[in-house]
């Protein structure tokens, strides 16, 4: 019985540094596409702290948002999420599909504020 306490603390330990590092977005390089079962191009670049700080963004919600009965609910983030906890391949309850949900995120502000790559290879950059 003594030698399960030191398991199932390490055990909890490892549960919490994996779940942090998944969100950790200060460490982003790639936009995480494991959800995708065969894309077509790599994961797209993008330094998340980077971006961030050559954008001016501040405010989380501004990429990180929040939907309740369709409606944008202002300054609440989903910062601690993926995005793929909203969006499905497919698109289901009026949300676009997760394809669409990062295009439309990523190159309608990029189209908006007249800076940032929109082209496909310019984002997804072959290694």
């Known amino acids: 019985m003594k030698q399960v306490t030191p398991i199932a603390a390490l055990l909890v330990a490892g549960i919490v ?14 936009v995480d596409n494991a959800v995708f079962e065969n ?5 797209a670049v993008f330094n998340h702290e980077e971006h961030n700080e050559k954008a001016f963004l501040f405010d989380c919600a501004a ?16 910062e601690d999420q993926r995005c793929s906890d909203c969006h499905d391949l497919k698109g289901s309850r009026g949300r676009p599909s997760l394809i669409q949900a ?7 502000c990029h189209l908006a504020e007249k800076k940032g790559p929109i082209l496909c290879g310019e984002c997804h950059v072959k290694p």
């Not at 540094?17 to 790639?30: F, G, I, N, Y």
């Open 102 to 108: 990062f295009h439309g995120q990523c190159k309608g």
């Open 17 to 30: 540094l994996a779940l942090s590092a998944a969100w950790s977005q200060e460490d982003m390089t790639v």
């Open 63 to 78: 990429c990180h948002h929040v939907y309740e009965d369709g409606e944008l609910v202002e300054g609440a983030s989903s």
């Open 39 to 43: 894309p077509r191009r790599p994961p």
